[in-house]
């Protein structure tokens, strides 16, 4: 009996922490949506810092349905101010579900190749033929391309991952 009296006044309070932990923290894994202001995830200073030249803010259009019945998106064209005269493109799609996302992500794929797997914190991406990069998380697709690459590929592939990991860190 003194067993369960000792245990007893400990018990309660550490179900409650293991309840709260697990619910909590599976919200924490999910994605989270993008924010309404697409361009606002990546903005020109983070440029100015990953490739090493200043941009200037982003040219919001619409970006064309990739299928009859798949949403429109968001294109954010930069220009670079000084240096190497560049422009990056920054599209991104969401999806209505995770498996959609992936689906198109999937079908798109085809078009691009040969592709290049990239690891990171997204469920899937790969760098196209052309070196730009294209990823999947969650309910988003984007996809970043840099033009001109300049002279040193493997350096810009770096640059555009980076760049990938820090859009993917807010979804």
Known sequence: MSYLRTCSPRALPIAMFLTLTVLFSNR?????????????MLPAAQLTKVLEQPFGSPTKTVA???????????????QSGK?????????IYVESSTAAAKETFTKLSAYY???????????????????AIHVQKGKARYYLNLNPLG??????????????TWVAGQL
């Open 64 to 78: 064309p349905a990739a299928f009859r019945g798949s949403p429109t998106g968001t294109d954010c064209t930069y």
């Open 113 to 131: 190749g040969p592709n290049t797997p990239v690891a990171g914190n997204w469920d899937t991406a790969y760098l196209d033929s052309r070196h």
């Open 83 to 91: 240096g190497l005269p560049r422009k990056l493109l920054f599209r």
């Open 28 to 40: 924490a894994l999910q994605a989270k949506d993008p924010p309404s202001d697409a361009c606002g």
């Open 151 to 164: 002279t040193d590929t493997p350096k810009a592939e770096k640059q555009l991952k980076d760049l990938a």
